[in-house]
């Protein structure tokens, strides 16, 4: 048992040692203010331009609570303390909240979320690319409650679009880009019941390659899905649980192959070494397939065998950027979620920082001038950390106290529910006796589930370039592929938009004029 004495006197000192020496200068905290206050004042030059090129990054999972211990994970990998540390996403200069409730559930899943940033309209839980109209599991409310998505905007307007994501390529957030399905879990004709295959109802991995055959870049998990029942897959031959599911027969990397045109470059990719191999400049069409299902976790993957988000990232905008007419990019850490489904903080957050590089990445790769960048996440979980801990503490380390109840240590990281919940002797599991730094550890939670909860808290919304300025304040969850169509003179609302520029691309129209002159106060 560590004494409470000996933890106290650790906290004290590690908060006393810890603050660097500009920081007890009060000129520090007020130049950095001052230097926050005239970048500030410089955004009331709003950037109203057409974004050519819109990419939406979407953390699963990532609520403020993981963002911000993302942020000291990020600092404390760099050997910092952490706190003072910015991810990429905190740069952006306008940031909002989002409402994520589902028309049918106060806290979220992630296909109704998806269809309200991707398409725009609220649904139920579990439904993708479908109106609230549509009752999950039931094939036959389907039909004529369809709803398209910004990647379709995009398609429609003449743009390139990709999909990148961490999970499976069928997964509910990248399924509600291209998928109307009344069931998240209809991943291929397997997991669909006799009724819904009778009733006309397609899996969402059928729809990924029928429904817009020319979705330039698909990059993800998910290769069982598109393969005859039990066709073995190519990287786990003796493994039953990676073999194909497919009831139907079809193998779809075939029909995906079919459908591109003969004078086009498609490519199929299984590997990082394919990938990496590829020329971006000769790629008309990739689709890599890394994983059976779900890609591993970035601190599990194999560098070998899987890329990293970044670098199908960087993949996909060399791709995408050789269209004049510029692309829709959505990107997925798909995985921070399933961390804290398993309790598994520490996966979580390194899967975070992953895609926080990502972001990085991509800003490098582009213009703030085109390029609408929008950093946001489907739902929050029940993850929390405090404790008091001192400045500097490692993330996943323990609280600078004993418990004043039951007298022993405790993670600084701690869930709501989930399957950390532990008793040992009938009482509360003593962590200073396990390896609580461990990739894999469960971090302690109040409520015993096997699988930990999403959260119904708001969400941040980070965005930059053309037209960030409109996201602001707090808005409803669906706001925001209007926010993104309406920068890019894509989707139902184009009034706005001016006839096509000599550039090929159209310029801002008379109230985007008037959008930019408000903040100035110049108007009449």
């Known amino acids: 048992m560590i004494s409470p004495f000996l933890v106290l006197a650790i906290g004290t000192c590690l908060t006393t040692s810890l603050v660097p020496e500009k920081e007890k200068d009060p000129k520090y905290w007020r130049d950095q203010a001052q230097q926050t206050l005239k970048n500030a004042l410089s955004l009331q030059n709003l950037n109203t331009n057409v974004a050519k090129n819109t990419i939406m990054f979407l953390g699963d999972g990532m609520g403020v609570s993981t963002v911000t211990a993302a942020r000291i994970l990020k600092g404390q990998l760099h050997h910092n303390t952490g706190e003072e540390t910015r991810l990429e996403m905190d740069k952006f200069p306008h940031v909002a909240l989002s409402k994520t409730y589902n028309t049918n559930a106060q806290v979220p899943d992630s296909a109704g979320t998806a269809t309200a940033y991707l398409c725009g309209v609220k649904a139920n839980e579990g439904t993708v690319g479908v109106s609230a109209a549509t009752q999950r599991s039931h094939c036959n409310t389907t039909q004529g409650n369809e709803v398209t998505s910004i990647l379709r905007w995009a398609k429609d307007a003449g743009k390139s679009v990709g999909i990148v994501t961490t999970t499976r390529v069928n997964h509910a957030t990248p399924s509600a880009t291209y998928a109307h399905s009344a069931d998240r879990d209809w991943y291929s004709d397997n997991e669909m019941p006799p009724e819904a295959l009778s009733q ?19 990059m993800g998990g998910g290769r069982k899905y598109m393969f005859p029942k039990n066709r073995t897959d190519v990287e786990y031959e003796l493994d039953e649980k990676a073999r194909g599911t497919r009831l139907d027969g079809l193998n779809l990397i075939d029909i995906w192959k079919s459908f591109k045109p003969r004078h086009k470059h498609s490519h199929y990719v299984w590997n990082r070494t394919e990938l990496l191999a590829l020329n971006p400049n000769t790629v008309d069409y990739l689709l890599g397939l890394f994983e059976p299902g779900d890609m591993q976790y970035e601190l599990n993957r194999n560098n070998v065998t899987d890329p990293s988000l970044s670098e199908m990232v960087e993949v996909a905008i060399k791709i995408l950027s050789k269209n004049p007419k510029g692309f829709f990019l959505l990107v997925e850490g798909g995985r921070i979620d399933h961390g804290h489904h398993e309790g598994k903080a520490k996966q979580a957050l390194h899967e975070a920082v992953e895609m926080d590089q990502a ?15 929008v950093v946001t996440a489907d739902h929050s979980h029940v993850f929390t950390f405090g404790g008091y801990t001192p400045r500097g503490n490692s993330i996943f380390g323990l609280a600078p106290m004993l418990s004043d109840t039951d007298k022993k240590p405790f993670t600084s990281i701690l869930y709501g529910n989930g399957p950390g919940y532990k008793v040992v002797g009938g009482e509360r599991e003593n962590v200073s006796m396990v390896d609580y730094a461990h990739n894999n550890y469960q971090a302690q939670s109040a409520v015993p589930l096997r699988h930990e909860t999403h959260g119904g808290e708001d969400v941040a919304v980070f965005a930059k370039g053309p037209m960030a300025h409109l996201l602001h304040g707090v808005h409803e969850q669906n706001y925001i592929p209007h926010v993104m169509a309406y920068a890019a003179c894509i989707g139902a609302n184009r009034d706005h938009c001016a006839s096509a520029s000599s550039s090929g691309s159209p310029s801002p129209g008379p109230l985007v004029l008037l959008l930019a002159l408000l903040p100035l106060g110049i108007l009449f």
Request: charged share 20%; proline share 0%; with cysteine.
């Open 200 to 218: 006309g109802c397609k899996d969402i991995a059928y729809q990924l390659m029928h429904n817009i055959r020319d979705i330039e870049v698909i």
């Open 359 to 373: 972001i990085g990445l991509a800003g490098t790769m582009t213009s703030l001038d085109d390029t609408l960048t």
